[in-house]
Each structure stands twice: as structure tokens, then as C-alpha cells.
């Protein structure tokens, strides 16, 4: 027990010279920020985006947009062609409805594969999301009546 207290000691011993006469060595400032008004502002305060001003930097900013624009394309797509899973009855030529709902976005999605200006681009894809919801929400409720078309004639008999 007695090098325990001893230890216990000798650390509170060295523990009260140092608060009293710190080294010099561990001592740090609280603010080590900036020295002036300027770089405090620069560094706290939210700048606005530059505008683009040359040739690059317009052709920089349309290459990240179309790229995120591709990425949601491909997505769009593929939520066609799971969507023309369900379309599973042949039509008056006795074509399958999603062969040819798929032979129509493949159509649609080729002509505007090259498209550029961002704004179509966008309106595209909105009016694409929306084409395949609202077919989707349609081919629901057709489910939905013939569902209670057969449980009507079902209760009759």
C-alpha cells in the first residue's frame, strides 16, 4: 500500500508544479482562429458560387448536370421495363402490350438520347415518371374492378 501512496504523491506533486509554473512547451492560445476581420469572414461566412464565365467552365457545369440527368434516365428506364412486366395480355394484332410498350421507350429514350439542354432534359424525365405512374395507377384500378366484377358474380351464384 505504501508505493501506492507514494506514487499518488509524487503525481499530485508534479500535477501542482505544473499548474503553477506551466512549461512553456504545452502551453497553447484558446484562439487559434484568424488574425483578422477578413479572415474570419472568409472563413465563416457562406460565398456566393461565381458564375461561369468562360467557355470551360459552361461545358463543365452541362457535363455534371447531363451525368446526373443520364443517371436518372437510366433509372427511368429501367423502371419501364419493370413496369412492362405487368402488361402481359396481346393486343387486337396479338402483340404483346409489353413488348410494345417497351419497343416505344426504346423509341422515345433514342430520340432524346442526345439531347443537351438541361431543361428539356428535366421536363423529359418528369413527364416520363409520370407516364409510368399513371399507367401503373390505371392498370391498379382495372385489377381492382375485376377483382370486384369476379367476387359480384361469384355472390350471385
Request: charged share 40%.
Amino acid at each position: 500500500m505504501t508505493p501506492k501512496v507514494a506514487k499518488c504523491r509524487s503525481l499530485a506533486i508534479s500535477l501542482y508544479r505544473t499548474r503553477i509554473n506551466p512549461p512553456l512547451h504545452h502551453r497553447s492560445f484558446l484562439n487559434n482562429g484568424p488574425d483578422t476581420i477578413e479572415e474570419l469572414l472568409d472563413r465563416h461566412v457562406v460565398k456566393k458560387e461565381k458564375a461561369p464565365d468562360d467557355e470551360e467552365e459552361n461545358e463543365l457545369l452541362n457535363r455534371r448536370r447531363l451525368t446526373s440527368t443520364r443517371r436518372e434516365a437510366l433509372s427511368l428506364y429501367r423502371d419501364v421495363l419493370r413496369a412492362t412486366r405487368f402488361f402481359a395480355w396481346p393486343d387486337a394484332r396479338g402483340v404483346v402490350w409489353r413488348d410494345v410498350l417497351r419497343e416505344n421507350a426504346r423509341r422515345e429514350f433514342e430520340a432524346a438520347r442526345f439531347e443537351k439542354d438541361p431543361e428539356i432534359v428535366t421536363r423529359l424525365l418528369i413527364g416520363g415518371r409520370d407516364a409510368v405512374q399513371s399507367a401503373l395507377d390505371k392498370l391498379a384500378e382495372k385489377q381492382r374492378e375485376e377483382i370486384a366484377k369476379q367476387q359480384g358474380d361469384r355472390d350471385r351464384r
